[in-house]
């Protein structure tokens, strides 16, 4: 163990003579042969690896030494060391239940998912055969078209009072708005996914004679699949920016609710907490869909 | 001559453009016997693919009739198979289920799957793609994927092969060994053939006879060229054969000097 650190230490020196003193851990081990070509080719790879890390880190702290001055000159706002502190506390027990309005970090972002999901999952129930209807037929495209290019540049939020009036309760009105908001996305990629499957395929399933159901599943599907993942990208995309908004507005348990309270409440340093949890959150799902359509993509585009 | 396998009577072929309608194709008179492998061969925009296209049914003529073993060509049908210029293998499938997607669609109702999974085998085996069989289509370079076109249009033993083009989008090497694969593979399971290309010796080196078309619009047969050159044939061989070179030079003097395009 100890002849394994020892070698370690003049390597990292980067003294030429290492080669000659790690004689007993080449007894032990032969991958650790054929050292100085390895050790060659480090050099390089240790700059690319630097250029990658270092703007991002340069990146980061600009914006932390801006937000230091910034709490400095301006009163109430929490600096980075506050926001931290707090953090550690309030991160050391997400997972608390003190009454319906008083609960973990854990719980409220948990329930601003569950809500995305739900109304994310209806959307795509619904937006995504239709999609493939509005594709396949020309007149279907031509009846929705104006209907569409008018209700998507709405704010979904102008259909909460929509969501309130009929569901007469606040949970289901915030995943309403996340329907609205997600449905539209998932319509219009899937139909522009039909739309593009290239004529030549579709000459292949002609010329093989193959069943409907079999065009469905081997061909038009697949074809599709990876538009339907952007429509699906940017639905959640947008669906997380607008539960913050709709939780304000409607209250209960959910990341958007918790801002708004603790904004009563005047913790700024917890506001800040939950913009950087909020975007956290945004980046991990923007990227798991992200890897789901690199999966499906088939090296062609 | 046995039996015509493919009759082309009087046809037309026209299209309604935004500039009125365009003529394409007329007065077509076309008879392709059992097992004989045919080139149709002329400037491009001569309408060779329309034709194509017409006997696979993907099209249907504004005149006239295409008639394919003793039934009306009425649309397509595994039965007339077709290799595409662009190969159109299926990126999401491997090249065995590319191959699979066609045999089973013609002997899926009549064979075990034992049997299906054999028959592909055996086509992929023929064009000597048995090595990359479960590679996906971006896996594996254009001359392949082109083979595992040749192997999904075979393995449905068509009653006629159609190919557009097939060796189009490929370099010379790579487009001469496929045609030495496409030999050995005529010779071994006699199909009757329809090609369409713009490659002069290709068409020589491949037909029995070589359809060459005038230049469109309204574009029709010019000259058909008998080849009647012994099979199998050899690519060496051939280049200091008088007969091919006659052939050769009928197909050339026809495309440059009788169909001279205006504009190139």
Known sequence: MSALTLSASPAHAGAPPAAEKPAAANEVSTPARPEKPQREPLRPKLRAAAKRVIPPVMGVALMLGIWAIVAMKASGIPSPLQTWDAAVTLFADPFYRNGPNDQGIGWNVLSSLQRVGIGFGFAALIGIPAGFLLGRFTFLTNMFDPIISLLRPVSPLAWLPIGLLVFQKADPAATWTIFICSIWPMILNTAQGVQRVPQDYMNVARVLNLSEWKIITKILFPAVLPYMLTGIRLSIGTAWLVIVAAEMLTGGVGIGFWVWDEWNNLKVEHIVIAIFVIGIVGLLLEQALLLLAKRFSYGNN | ?264
């Not at chain 2, 029995?208 to 012994?230: F, H, Q, S, Y």
């Open chain 2, 1 to 264: 001559m046995s039996k015509p396998m493919v009759i082309v009577e009087n046809v037309g072929m026209a299209f309604d453009t935004k500039s009125g309608r365009f003529t394409a194709l007329r007065d077509i008179d076309l008879q392709i016997a059992e097992g004989e492998f045919v080139s149709l061969i002329g400037h491009s925009g001569c309408g060779k693919s329309t034709l194509l296209n017409l006997i696979a049914g993907l099209t249907l003529p504004t005149s006239g009739n295409v008639i394919c073993a003793g039934r009306e060509v009425a649309g397509p049908g595994p039965e007339r198979a077709v290799v595409f210029q662009n190969h159109s293998l299926l990126p999401w499938l491997t090249c065995f289920e590319n191959v699979y997607l066609g045999v089973e669609r013609v002997f899926g109702s009549r064979e075990r799957n034992g049997k299906l999974k054999l028959r592909t085998e055996a086509a992929l085996e023929m064009v000597h793609m048995d090595h990359a069989m479960h590679k996906y289509p971006h896996e594996i370079s254009g001359g392949m994927k082109q083979r595992v076109g040749i192997a999904r249009a075979f393995a449905m033993e068509p009653k006629v092969l159609l190919m557009d083009e097939p060796f189009g989008a490929l370099d010379a090497l790579t487009r001469a060994s496929l045609q030495d694969e496409l030999i050995g593979v005529m010779g071994k399971t006699g199909a009757t053939v329809v090609m369409v290309t713009h490659d002069v010796d290709e068409a020589v080196l491949l037909s029995d006879r070589v359809v060459m078309m005038t230049n469109g619009p309204a574009a029709t047969i010019g000259e058909i060229l008998d080849v009647k050159l012994a099979k199998p044939r050899n690519r060496l061989e051939l280049a200091h054969d008088a007969q091919f070179v006659d052939c050769r030079a009928a197909i050339l003097e026809f495309l440059y000097q009788k169909q001279m395009k205006k504009a190139a």
